[in-house]
């Protein structure tokens, strides 16, 4: 056996947060950050959440049997009608199901790999996928692994007048073949108003594009969290096909392990998601749950169980569910201050340009990637 690697062409690749460990300068603030943190640096997790993951640690009547290839049915339920609503016509027609995923970027990898192998609307070329220019390199990676070859992205923002472009989207819109699939992003923090998503999705309706929406934000963009699925919703009622990877990391604090837990042999994995599928029939929704099932198989085998419990177990109490959309509320009230704070501090240290668009956004927007503690520091020039 020779003494070289066979993997010496493989590439060394350096993530934000590993640009942010190297650099030595005590004020560095890490504003790539994308989950929410507590003043004092731990990540934030509500205290409903935290009161449940105790009580599910010390229930004896629970066990550690593998659960369903699809996931716990109280927790897929109970978050697709988050995202849709309960008395959403689709779900009352029963053709709405879903599948409990690792993690928001488990649904997504879940439903790309789904598209590629049977959404195949233009037999006589590759299907186009498009993506929003910020997360074509993030999600834009996950479908070209999946196996999607033509990925063009689209433009919403105009940088220079710091504010959405709707009318570039929609140019970009028309212009995308028939049947090309669209990812959105939604709760939409930067701008896009009710009445912008009505000439999106009338748009995509027209070219018969499909889209495969993202939700991984519902309560901290507005703090409402049937205003921020606002466009989802629309979506749906419109008759669309649809898929939607949901995520829960940021609004339930669950990102991971569970420091209180790992001691025990109770399973500690946190990381859920959900993979909504809309479809025009139940006969079509059923034959996709086959092979979505079929995928799992092959790639997770089966879910963890401690975070679908722990979200199941707050959606479906009224009690319980209140006081989590209260401590939204009150994260969502941060943020905004944090906000004005910021503009306020660019303001009087005499920073050129405009900056009220801190302050006329609102969310976890990727032009405003936030941490509760970032103003701890003074902003380095």
Not at 75 to 87: D, M, P, S, V
Not at 229 to 238: G, T
Not at 278 to 304: A, D, F, Y
Request: with cysteine.
């Amino acid at each position: 056996m020779g003494t070289l690697s066979v993997f010496l062409d493989v590439p060394l690749v350096k993530i934000p947060l590993d640009v942010y460990r190297e650099d030595p300068h005590p004020q560095k603030v890490m504003l790539g950050h994308e989950g929410c943190q507590t003043d004092t640096g731990e990540a934030w997790i509500p205290p409903v959440v935290q009161r449940i993951l105790l009580q599910i640690s010390q229930d004896p009547t629970l066990d550690h049997e593998y659960l369903p290839t699809l996931g716990i049915y109280e927790y897929t339920r109970a978050a697709t009608e988050l995202a849709i609503g309960k008395e959403s016509r689709a779900l009352l027609e029963n053709r709405v199901g879903s599948v409990q995923t690792v993690g928001g970027t488990g649904a997504l990898w879940l439903g790309a790999e789904f598209l590629y192998r049977w959404y195949q609307p233009r037999l006589s070329a590759p299907t186009i996928v498009f993506i929003a220019k910020p997360q074509r390199d993030s999600i834009g990676s996950i479908f070209q692994v999946a196996g999607f070859a033509d990925i063009r992205p689209y433009y919403y923002w105009n940088s220079a007048k710091l504010t959405v472009d709707v009318e570039e989207f929609l140019q970009t819109l028309k212009r995308a073949p028939p049947c090309s699939i669209v990812f959105l992003h939604a709760p939409e923090e930067i701008g896009l108003k009710p009445h912008e998503w009505e000439r999106v999705a009338a748009s995509m309706q027209k070219k018969q594009l499909f889209p495969f929406f993202s939700i991984e934000n519902q309560g901290l963009a507005s703090g409402n969290l049937d205003k921020d699925a606002w466009a989802l919703r629309h979506f749906v009622e419109k008759g669309f096909e649809l898929l939607c990877a949901q995520s829960f990391s940021k609004t339930f604090g669950l990102y991971g392990s569970v420091p209180e837990l790992e001691d025990m042999e109770f399973m500690a994995d946190e990381l859920v998601g959900n993979l909504i599928v809309v479809t025009k029939n139940n006969e079509t929704l059923i034959r996709i749950h086959s092979q979505l099932e079929r995928q799992i198989q092959t790639m997770w085998g089966c879910p963890g169980s401690l975070g679908a419990r722990v979200i199941a177990t707050v959606l479906n109490s009224p009690a319980l569910l209140y006081e989590w959309k209260l401590s939204l509320r009150m994260v969502v009230e941060r943020i905004m201050l944090i906000r004005e704070k910021l503009k306020e501090k660019l303001r009087i240290l005499g920073t050129p340009g405009s900056w009220e668009h801190l302050t006329a956004q609102s969310g976890m927007c990727e032009s405003f990637i936030w941490r509760l503690r970032c103003l701890e520091y003074p902003i380095r020039n």
